[in-house]
């Protein structure tokens, strides 16, 4: 039985997201002992960044540059995948569970008829066999999986598995590979952002998170200098998007992103189920509603019974005399 496992990197304007190098740790928990291939499609010169996957742990990354792949289709990256597993004949393969690995994977695992385990949060190898836990019934338990047969495919979700130190003294082969892309049913001409530029919100640390009493888009500004002073990300419920306070690819929840920050502060939203399912999970919580008896709370580690209005000005204050 081969005893490697692949990491598929994923590229975000040309530099590997954070959760490629928690992909690795991931790796590393299925075959201890095995070997780390890192994967890199992309266009170009792919070297610096297969370096960085060596840095964080790969003992070797494959790297497939082609015009086709200069921007992501399931199609066109699919195929690259699938000439690398082909090569390589893995024990195991994985990527983060991003909008990147929930559409390429299920592709790939489905032509190879394997199974897949997505969205898992932690992973451990019992009696010989890999299991994995992952979040069910939108976090409100958790289920523990192994898949019987074939390759170990999974994906992680981001900020669960911490990566491994980089290690600039780390060394290791970085193999170029050339693949024939055909019968591409999509071609990308421009990816137009919406959510704003700076820390992407999937992967922050920290997140703010507005709700529908936030009462306006200018009512986000303080959340903002907030998620600025703190380095973090703004997020949003559904409420605030339905109210057009702020675009809907900020939207948390079961129908929106799911983030596991170290530090979540909801303010002036309620609670709902709904978008619980996308940040119960992190790892401190802290909530900012004038309702005592508002269901966030009931999830938060930390309250505060205020005005949203004049609470956020004082912590922002604090928070930057703490950095002086
Ligand atoms: P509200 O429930 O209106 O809460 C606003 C809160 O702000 C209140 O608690 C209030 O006390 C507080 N507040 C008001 N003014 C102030 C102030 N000045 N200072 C401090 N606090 C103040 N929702 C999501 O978030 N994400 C999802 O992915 C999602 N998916 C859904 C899927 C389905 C199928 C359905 C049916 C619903 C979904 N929802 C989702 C919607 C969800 O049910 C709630 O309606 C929504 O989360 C409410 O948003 P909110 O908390 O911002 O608003």
Redesign the pocket.
């Given at each position: 039985m081969s005893d490697k496992v692949l990491v598929l990197g994923e590229l975000r304007d040309g530099v590997l997201r954070n959760v490629t190098f928690e992909a690795i740790a991931a790796a590393k928990k299925i075959k201890e002992d095995g070997e780390i291939v890192g994967v890199i499609c992309g266009d170009g010169d792919l070297g610096e960044q297969a370096q960085e996957m060596i840095y964080f742990g790969a003992d070797r990354v494959v790297t497939v540059s082609h015009s086709d792949l200069k921007m992501y289709t399931s199609d066109g990256y699919a195929q690259a995948v699938l000439s690398v597993i082909e090569d390589e004949s893995p024990y195991g393969v994985v990527m983060g569970h991003t909008a990147v690995g929930k559409d390429l994977t299920p592709k790939v695992a489905a032509r190879l008829e394997s199974g897949l385990i997505s969205d898992a949060t932690s992973i451990e190898v019992e009696d010989d066999e890999v299991v994995f836990t992952r979040p069910i019934y939108s976090g409100k338990a958790f289920e523990k999986k192994a898949i019987e047969s074939g390759l170990v495919f999974a994906t992680i979700r981001p900020n669960n598995i911490p990566a491994l130190e980089r290690d600039e003294s780390r060394t290791g082969e970085v193999q170029s590979k050339d693949v024939d892309i055909k019968d591409l049913r999509t071609v990308i001409k421009d990816v137009i952002r919406k959510a704003s530029e700076g820390v992407d919100l999937s992967e922050a640390n920290v997140v703010i998170a507005g709700?529908?009493?936030v009462?306006s888009a200018d009512g986000f500004k303080p959340l903002y200098e907030l998620a600025e002073v703190l380095g973090g990300a703004v997020g949003a419920?559904?409420?605030?998007c339905d109210a057009d306070y702020c675009d809907y690819s900020l939207?948390?929840?079961?129908?929106?992103k799911v983030v596991t920050p170290d530090l979540y502060i909801a303010?002036?939203?309620?609670?709902?189920?709904?978008?619980l399912?996308?940040m119960s999970n992190s790892k401190v919580i802290v909530a900012?509603?004038?309702?005592p008896e508002?269901n966030?709370f009931n999830v938060a580690d930390y309250g505060i019974v205020?005005?949203?209005?004049e609470v956020l000005p004082v912590l922002i204050e604090e928070v930057k005399q703490l950095k002086v």
């Amino acid at each position: 039985m081969s005893d490697k496992v692949l990491v598929l990197g994923e590229l975000r304007d040309g530099v590997l997201r954070n959760v490629t190098f928690e992909a690795i740790a991931a790796a590393k928990k299925i075959k201890e002992d095995g070997e780390i291939v890192g994967v890199i499609c992309g266009d170009g010169d792919l070297g610096e960044q297969a370096q960085e996957m060596i840095y964080f742990g790969a003992d070797r990354v494959v790297t497939v540059s082609h015009s086709d792949l200069k921007m992501y289709t399931s199609d066109g990256y699919a195929q690259a995948v699938l000439s690398v597993i082909e090569d390589e004949s893995p024990y195991g393969v994985v990527m983060g569970h991003t909008a990147v690995g929930k559409d390429l994977t299920p592709k790939v695992a489905a032509r190879l008829e394997s199974g897949l385990i997505s969205d898992a949060t932690s992973i451990e190898v019992e009696d010989d066999e890999v299991v994995f836990t992952r979040p069910i019934y939108s976090g409100k338990a958790f289920e523990k999986k192994a898949i019987e047969s074939g390759l170990v495919f999974a994906t992680i979700r981001p900020n669960n598995i911490p990566a491994l130190e980089r290690d600039e003294s780390r060394t290791g082969e970085v193999q170029s590979k050339d693949v024939d892309i055909k019968d591409l049913r999509t071609v990308i001409k421009d990816v137009i952002r919406k959510a704003s530029e700076g820390v992407d919100l999937s992967e922050a640390n920290v997140v703010i998170a507005g709700g529908r009493g936030v009462k306006s888009a200018d009512g986000f500004k303080p959340l903002y200098e907030l998620a600025e002073v703190l380095g973090g990300a703004v997020g949003a419920s559904r409420g605030a998007c339905d109210a057009d306070y702020c675009d809907y690819s900020l939207q948390i929840g079961q129908t929106g992103k799911v983030v596991t920050p170290d530090l979540y502060i909801a303010v002036g939203i309620s609670g709902a189920i709904q978008h619980l399912a996308g940040m119960s999970n992190s790892k401190v919580i802290v909530a900012i509603n004038k309702d005592p008896e508002a269901n966030i709370f009931n999830v938060a580690d930390y309250g505060i019974v205020g005005d949203l209005f004049e609470v956020l000005p004082v912590l922002i204050e604090e928070v930057k005399q703490l950095k002086v």
